[in-house]
């Protein structure tokens, strides 16, 4: 399968990628998982490498490259087990430097594109509120134009690098009557007076800093609007193809992990006078994850593709979401069955991957709203269109 999609040179890519992965980050994984804060030379040295502009022009520094090389990206980050420090990459990576690309002027691009590719500067995507994630459309925060500035108040919740991030890309209500069509995206300053940020502790992604932020008249110059007023809530659909897809290839990579970790754990782990891969029930059971993934993989390989050539893939990423972050957790919770009592051990890796995958369900859109998409799509005829 990786030849239909993968050439010589993105093999090459992967390679130093992996070599990088080993020898800048695995060593300071375990230090970030208990502080829950990634520190800054990485995001430097990721900068330095150009991995964080892959999919961004060259003209802000970028690779330009296809999405085969997310892909890559993506896969690897999840193969050293840290879905916290994966998560604050492509977060940056694929949700906040996706707006400044898509909708941000040529003066915002320099001013907040450049050096994020560069590693200098660091983004978080502000949707959810505490009142609610899944109804995008209900959203409280206000934006209110005054003049050449705008100023917002409300706030988020649960947002990736909401604490350590330089700027924040923030849907706000532009018309507040208006309900999905008045909704806005601005790119604010950190720095900018009446934001705070408290941050929050979770089950997992512990290496991530995950934030709930204040918006107390914050204040804005107008030219931080990113595209058109009113435009908010079609841009954020738009960009959900890309971040659905991430997460189903996430998933994928870290099931494949799991299995490949727990196959290894098992040809070398004896009970009753022979290795556990000999027992039929766990070779059946492999047998049926194993399929799992492989099919999650090539119909994340196929979306990829479509999406590359740049068709509107919403349905297949909604599909590539649910079912692989599904079968990852199915196949990490088997995996970690596989290991016995060493599976429990914090010490062995099934742990924290547990604890890792059962947000895939969660963020970006949970299972049940992807299933409500679907089932609008299949059996409604709803059709989702690109953002004009
Ligand atoms: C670690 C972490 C990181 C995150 N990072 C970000 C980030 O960077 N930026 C950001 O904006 N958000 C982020 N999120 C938020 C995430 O996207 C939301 O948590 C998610 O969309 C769900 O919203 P909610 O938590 O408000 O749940 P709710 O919307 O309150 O839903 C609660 C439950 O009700 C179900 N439900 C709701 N509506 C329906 C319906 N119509 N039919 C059936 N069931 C329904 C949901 O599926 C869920 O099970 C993050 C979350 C976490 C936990």
């Known amino acids: 399968m990786n030849n239909l999609y993968f050439t010589e040179e993105h093999n090459l890519f992967r390679k130093s990628l992996q070599d990088f992965l080993q020898k800048e980050v695995v060593p300071h994984i375990d230090k970030w998982e208990q502080t829950g804060e990634i520190e ?213 990579a870290r099931a494949e992990f799991a299995l490949e970790y727990a196959l290894k754990y098992m040809s070398e782990r004896q009970a009753f006078g022979k290795t556990i891969d000999q027992f039929q029930a766990l070779r059946h059971s492999i047998a049926d994850l194993a399929t799992e993934v492989e099919f999650c993989k090539a119909f994340n390989y196929s979306v990829t593709y479509r999406l590359n050539k740049g068709e509107y893939v919403v349905k297949e990423a909604t599909m590539s979401k649910l079912k692989s972050t599904k079968v990852a957790d199915d196949v990490i919770y088997q995996c970690l069955q596989f290991l016995g009592g060493y599976g429990y051990m914090e010490d062995y890796p099934l742990a924290r991957m547990l604890r890792d995958s059962r947000l895939g369900p969660i963020g970006g859109g949970t299972s049940e709203i992807l299933r409500e998409i679907l089932a609008k799509i299949i059996i409604d005829k709803k059709a989702y269109k690109p953002a004009t």
């Open 40 to 252: 800054r030379f990485i995001w430097k040295k990721f900068g330095e490498m150009g991995f964080l502009g892959i999919k961004y022009p060259e003209a802000y520094g970028g690779m330009d490259l296809d999405l085969f090389y997310t892909i890559i990206l993506l896969e690897e980050l999840q193969k050293i087990n840290s879905g916290g420090f994966a998560a604050a990459i492509w977060a940056h990576v694929y949700l906040a430097m996706t707006h400044l690309d898509a909708e941000g002027s040529e003066a915002i691009k320099q001013k907040y594109l450049t050096p994020s590719i560069s590693g200098e500067k660091i983004g978080c995507l502000c949707i959810t509120e505490p009142f609610g994630g899944s109804d995008v459309a209900g959203l409280r925060t206000t934006a209110v134009k005054d003049g050449d500035s705008y100023t917002i108040n409300g706030s988020k919740t649960f947002i990736t690098n909401g604490i350590l991030s330089d700027y924040l890309i923030v849907a706000a209500k532009t018309d507040p009557e208006a309900g999905g069509k008045g909704i806005s995206i601005f790119v604010v300053d950190r720095e900018t007076p009446g934001i705070s940020a408290t941050k929050l502790d979770k089950l997992g992604w512990r290496a991530s800093d995950t934030g709930e932020i204040a918006f107390d008249n914050v204040k804005i110059p107008a030219e931080n609007l990113l595209g058109e007023e009113g435009k908010g809530f079609p841009y954020i659909m738009q960009h959900f193809s890309l971040e659905r897809l991430i997460m189903g290839v996430n998933a994928h």
